[in-house]
């Protein structure tokens, strides 16, 4: 088997744990209460308007997970060799995607302004996801042996917008658990990240003429140098 395979295969099996953890999110939605004589207890309206949190749960975990996993499409489309920091770091991470389907069946059967904890417990399961999915495109963009582009803006780019959902994320925990009232909807952070990441890809686009001006000048003067001795 050569490295090339095995990061296939290592991509492959991150593909197929994802698939699976977004399918778990609906099961808990597939259970219907029913009486010693199999009738479901409650009317079709009742019952839906029983699920109306977990569906709204259901909704959330589905988009964030997809965009989890959008992001991760992304970072290991250039891998063409394993690392086992790259190893380890995935395993965890996909760890945080299992665990989330448990965790959105848990919170929100319990109303977040009565009890932020459930935020709490909810949004820093997603943020502990986006910290490491950031650090596995650090790995990527750091190591030549990992990813033939590493270095590279796109690359750069990449590492740029796990940091904006991550500090999303964060400020999303902060927010959500102090004021109840908003709790869940502190999540709409993640869709403003794209201004942030602009004005941080700006500034690197800005820094890099400089910094090869820079080091243009160093390698003028050291020639300079070498003539004059």
Known sequence: MTEERSAERLIAFADAV???????LVLPLAE?????????????????????SPLIG???SFFVIARFWWAHHQTFASVRRWSWPLVQLNVVWLFTIVLLPAVTAISFEYSPTEN?????????????????????????HLDRAVAPDAGGVDSRNRVIGGAAASVALAL?????????????????????????????????????????????AGVAAKARKGLRS
């Open 172 to 216: 999303a925990l902060v927010i959500g658990t102090t004021v109840p009232v908003i709790n869940y909807w502190a999540l709409w952070l993640l869709a403003v990240t794209g201004p942030f990441e602009f004005l941080v890809r700006r500034a690197y686009r800005r820094r890099g003429p400089r910094a090869e001006t820079a080091l243009g």
């Open 116 to 140: 932020p904890l459930s935020v709490a417990v909810y949004i820093a399961t997603m943020l502990a996801s986006s910290v490491l999915l950031t650090a596995l495109s650090v790995i990527v």
């Open 18 to 24: 994802v698939a699976i953890a977004i399918t778990l």
């Open 32 to 52: 219907v209460p029913r009486n010693d004589t199999g009738a479901a207890i409650h009317s079709f309206s009742g019952q839906l308007a029983l699920d109306v």
């Open 58 to 60: 259901f909704a959330v």
